[in-house]
């Protein structure tokens, strides 16, 4: 740990967590900029810096204020300012989230804090790829690993020896298991359509990468074309990027394929193998309309590459496809946006009107970006599912904007990849296994980004998250999981986003010698689960692409815009927690007396008391309570279910929130004054209670619950159930009575 010349504060590191390998470089005072007002504020910060990560910590120590940080290779660009008795330094970083910090040079301390922090801050991030974060956790936690195991008196092992021997003991390898085979993948997209298998199948003939670098050891392709004709196809694909298959639909056949531009030089070269193999993506043998190729330029930028040597497919060689330009923006203008975003983060919103700040977001053009996307993507999802029609994707080199088309037109008809694990899938496919160059696109190629930098996985993430808002029920995850995997896609403490290719991880020994972002997020997937998910949703999505739906991702760009406040409705949301986790212990406390337990004697009771008309009334009260407590974002944020409770997960009932729903779920009639909502206790919709509702057994429910009673648990009623749910989830705060808890087990040993 090398501290320098600097003060190193221990106290400072309180609340923060430092992770394996990682060390402190220097900790120091200074004041970070809050610019959601007029007036520059400026707020006092402890400032620590790791070869990790920046962290800022509130000088406020009378509570536990939340700590704020920003990972090293995350910093896209420094600026100093000089002023009159200060020294500023701008951060901005990869993810449009600006900081400004203040020094007071006047004071000695502070001034040589400042020239510490600028020579540590403007060398770090561009640190040679043998440097990064990644390699050294790996080795510290593989080396606790083995402490675990092997004990204090064993000599520890040499760097070089680590991994042979976590493999030897069984240990987790750096690198995690992979969770994505292509195998897998295959047979779970064909399922039990039998005849879909004849027509496709895997090939590993690119296991050695001959044929085309770029892509993955094993693709998917039709089972009439041979695997002696692909590097004839290859040939004639720019950076020998061939059709191979994406996603293949379970039920019509329709399949979602990409690659790059073809090499028509001037529209005189052609490829028969080429020809034939578009031909075979062709559903038009099972009764379907024929392929569409999807060219994402416009179709001026498609003749402009002509010039070049590529071109698009001219019409008269491919007479079974039709033809579509979809006038994506190339690299350099996702970039321009971007960068235009990054500027106005920085812009004090108060000082602006609402018209000006809202014609400066426009003018940035990202949110252009975000829609046409959205748009394009539905336009190819309706063309498989409805007009059951394949669709052949690509752009100049099938890597930047195809990846962003294929990857959020399957998760539209997918469900599979609306889930945490499904979605760590389709990254890998369409983005990681596919070859999207993450390193010159990221910036994590150990030196300063150049012009091939810009935000393409970004821009793909903003347009998920768009989807996910629109459709919170629909995806197993919540946000929170969206950003977590956007700040480590630049992070660099994983090795999962290393790299431009499955072949350069390979070269590079990236799954043996650093960690896997999805071993860690599935070790705990508790922390990103959604409660409203419902597995019951549509097969194919809908969003809206309206302008007036498309918004800001604020959450991510702006998460440190005014950090004061955050530090302040974050402190406030603990106490909010606490008093609602105090009032709902009372009224259990309540319940417990109702219900006549002994703690003496627990075997007395044997089924609910006689009062069950108040019981069920106070158990309602909890359940709401409950649920809006688990449905809060500082609950989401702070209170986790524990591990092992996937029963409850899934026989927790989707208890609607009032904003969610506008209309009776029984008779579709409005809510209005006095048609008012109500809850089933059985299903968690909301019906109105002027004609939808019914009394039974003491519980409120809607008319089409009560109408199947068979379906009610014969023990405990829905409300009791859905109780004894939430509280399992939140086991540890909220501790059930014995009666209830004994109910419950019984009644799941009989079903």
Known sequence: ?????????????????????????????????????????????????????????????????????????????????????????????????????????????????????????????????????????????????????????????????????????????????????????FLRMVGRNEALRPRWRVSHANRRFRICPTYPRGIILPAAFPDSDLPAVAEFREKGRFPIISWIHPSNGTVLARCSQPRTAGFSARCSADERLADLLSPQRTGSQGLVIADARAYSSALGNVAKGGGYEVPDHYRQAAHLNLDLANIHSIRESWERLCNLSGVARDSWSTERWLGELVGTGWLSHVTKIMKKSFQIALHLEEQRSSVLVHCSDGWDRTSQLCALSSLLLDPYYRTILGFQILIEKEWLSAGHHFAER??????????????????????????????????????????????????????????????????????????????????????????????????????SRHHSQIVLWDSLYFTFHNCQSVWRQRSFGYITVANKLAELQQKLAELNAHMGEDQDHPGAATDLPANGDRVQEMMADIVEGVVSLALSRVAEREVLCPDGLEWAADQAMKWVPDNLSHTCSFCHKPFTFWRRRHHCRICGRLFCHADCEVSAAGVRQCRKCAAHPSEQTPETSGVLRHTIVMCEIFGEILPLPCEIVRCERRDRDNT
Request: glycine share 4%; aromatic share 14%; hydrophobic share 35%.
């Open 1 to 185: 740990m090398y501290q320098g010349q600097v003060r190193f504060n221990e106290h400072a590191l309180n609340y923060i967590h430092l992770h394996n390998g990682e060390t402190v470089y220097l900790t120091a005072t200074c004041a970070l900029l809050e610019p959601g007002r007029g007036a520059p504020t400026f707020v006092p910060i402890r400032l620590v810096l790791t070869n990790y990560q920046v962290v800022f910590k509130s000088e406020h120590s009378d509570t536990k204020h939340p700590i704020f940080y920003v990972p090293l290779m995350c910093i896209y660009k420094l600026r100093r300012e000089d002023q009159d008795n200060y020294q500023l330094i701008h951060i901005q970083t990869k993810t449009v989230q600006l900081f400004v910090l203040r020094f007071q040079v006047k004071y000695a301390a502070e001034h040589e804090s400042f020239f510490a922090c600028w020579k540590y801050l403007s060398n770090t991030p561009y640190q040679p790829f043998t440097d990064f974060f990644c390699w050294v956790t790996a080795v510290a936690s593989l080396r606790d690993s083995l402490h675990s195991v092997l004990g204090d008196n064993h000599t520890p092992p040499t760097n070089g020896t680590l991994h042979y021997m976590a493999s030897d003991m069984h240990l987790e390898r750096a690198g995690g298991g992979e969770i994505y085979s292509v195998e897998q993948e």
């Open 442 to 543: 990221c910036g994590t190629t150990g030196t300063k980004p150049d012009e091939w930098f810009s935000p393409i996985f970004l821009l793909w993430m903003d347009c998920v998250w768009q989807v996910w808002r629109q459709h919170q029920t629909a995806f197993e995850f919540t946000d929170i999981y969206l950003n977590y995997i956007v700040e480590h896609v630049y992070a660099c403490r994983f090795g999962t986003f290393l790299c431009n290719s499955v072949r350069d991880r390979m070269l590079q020994g990236v799954s043996n010698r650093s960690l896997s972002l999805w071993d860690n997020i599935n070790a705990k997937p508790h922390r990103f689960y959604n409660l409203l998910y419902d597995k019951r949703n549509p097969r194919m999505l809908n969003p």
